[in-house]
């Protein structure tokens, strides 16, 4: 071979001494022609036919390969050049620009979660060579784990159909792998490569990890990775509630209110907004953080002066959430929030306005339909909850009240004992022993309810075109 032309090559080729034992063979009308390798590379093969005499019979072959510890593969090559040596013709193959997708295992009618690039790596073995690894950026991502990846360092000396082992850059998970096999392979600039590859047997853990993984960027909302499957809930502490009380944080919660209020995209609670907001008395803010992002806010007057009765009122007086963060999380976690502070203020009714559609999510929530003030339009109903509800379960589900409020009001007798009778007490105690008495059996069904209600919410307001 004349210098300059090995200088021409694109790729690093791969000699036969550090592959495994390899079965080469031209599959040509029906016959098979044996072939020894002479060398491996991303763009193409060497071979060499121990017959002087051979010619193709047009521009592209199909080359049958068969390595130790792989399956056979098929696949179709462009005759570049034809040499004789020895007495025997050398051949040089090259992999088809385009070839035609290998669709043993392939799917595509899962949409697809592109990722920045280079943020989650990964490398891969390969089977049929000595100790040779290719780094690998995960370049997007579908819920059944088929994966697009491209090639970092150095080429993939791999075909469709192979086998490989996947293992993720991630601390105490490196040394883990997961069987994938190749389903396309298409060069890039420089020495890249890129591949569609398929997890064949993603075991519980791999989907609990990149579902956490994903949410750990905190790139994509949790509506968005649910509708591209992903079903991991949100991990623990990931949402931030607290009272905001510097002025440049309730201003931000104001501008937030006023800009869901016009915004295009409705969540079936901005009917809210047509309640006065101003107040002559403190209100008490709330939000909710995903990251940096303000997702939900909500203001609590301690006092709904329209009310007129021996008992002392509040009133939940403006509520927003991001259409894409509808999730039981967000939602019961900015709720509690609220019963917390409620329950400190020593009021008797909690009030809120209740949209249309939403009446099913408040009565799960021990909310009651009660007479208020009249409503802009007549729109929705105020709903209520006595003080004792919450603290007790008086007239609520045992289950359900134990997963909303035990906890929350439990401080209320560790704080409060002087305003708890002891006929509430009682009544305490019985819902917490029901509780634990029928809990492994009921719990997930209410559960389920609960978090239903708001999925149901969110998937009324992404059929809608709303998100």
Not at 239 to 253: C, H, L, M, S
Not at 281 to 309: P, Y
Request: one cysteine or more; proline letters at 6%; a positive charge.
């Amino acid at each position: 071979m004349i210098a300059f032309e090995r200088e021409l090559r694109r790729w690093t080729r791969l000699r036969p001494e550090i592959l495994t034992r390899c079965r080469t063979r031209i599959l040509e009308r029906g016959r098979k022609i044996p072939c020894a390798l002479l060398d491996l590379s991303p763009g193409g093969i060497g071979l060499l036919i121990d017959r002087p005499d051979w010619k193709p019979h047009g521009p592209v072959v199909q080359v049958e390969i068969k390595f130790d510890g792989q399956p056979v593969v098929v696949r179709a090559a462009d005759v570049r050049r034809i040499e004789d040596r020895d007495g025997n013709r050398s051949l040089g193959l090259a992999w088809r620009v385009d070839p035609e997708r290998w669709n043993g295992v392939e799917r595509r009618a899962r949409a697809r979660l592109e990722l920045p690039l280079d943020e989650f790596l990964a490398r891969t073995p390969l089977r049929h060579a000595h100790n040779v690894w290719t780094r690998l950026s995960i370049v997007d991502v579908s819920s059944d784990f088929g994966l697009q990846v491209e090639t970092r360092g150095g080429p993939a000396y791999l075909l469709p159909g192979h086998l490989t082992e996947l293992r993720l850059d991630l601390p105490h998970l490196h040394h883990h792998g997961w069987d994938c096999q190749i389903l396309w392979i298409k060069p890039t600039e420089g020495h890249g490569v890129k591949m569609g590859l398929r997890v064949l047997d993603p075991d519980p853990a791999l989907v609990e990890i990149a579902s956490e993984w994903l949410q750990i960027r905190r790139r994509w909302s949790p509506l968005h990775l649910r509708w591209l499957g992903f079903p991991k809930e949100s991990l623990p502490g990931q949402y931030r509630f607290r009272k905001v009380e510097e002025i440049a944080e309730r201003v931000g919660v104001a501008n937030f209110f006023e800009e869901m209020s016009r915004r295009g995209s409705r969540t079936g609670m901005e009917h809210l907004h047509s309640v006065e907001r101003v107040s002559n008395h403190d209100t008490i803010h709330l939000g909710c953080w995903d990251g940096r992002k303000l997702v939900a806010a909500l203001s609590l007057d301690t006092r709904f002066e329209e009310m007129v009765s021996e008992d002392t009122h509040a009133r939940v007086v403006d509520f927003a959430i991001e259409p894409d963060w509808i999730v039981p999380e967000v939602f019961f976690g900015l709720w509690e929030q609220t019963v917390r502070l409620f329950l400190a203020g020593g009021n008797t009714f909690l009030w809120m306005w209740c949209p249309p559609g939403r009446d099913r999510l408040f009565r799960l929530a021990g909310l009651e339909e009660a007479v208020g003030p009249a409503l802009p339009n007549g729109l929705g109903t105020w709903m209520n909850i006595h003080r004792k509800r919450l603290v007790s379960g008086h007239g609520m589900n045992a289950i359900r009240w134990a997963l909303l409020y035990a906890d929350v009001s439990g401080f209320v007798l560790r704080h409060q004992n002087g305003g708890i009778s002891l006929a509430r007490r009682m009544t305490r105690l019985r819902k917490l022993a029901q509780f634990g008495i029928l809990r492994d059996w009921r719990e997930p069904h209410e559960q389920a309810k609960l978090h239903g209600s708001i999925e149901e919410w969110a998937m009324e307001i992404h059929e809608s075109g709303s998100i």
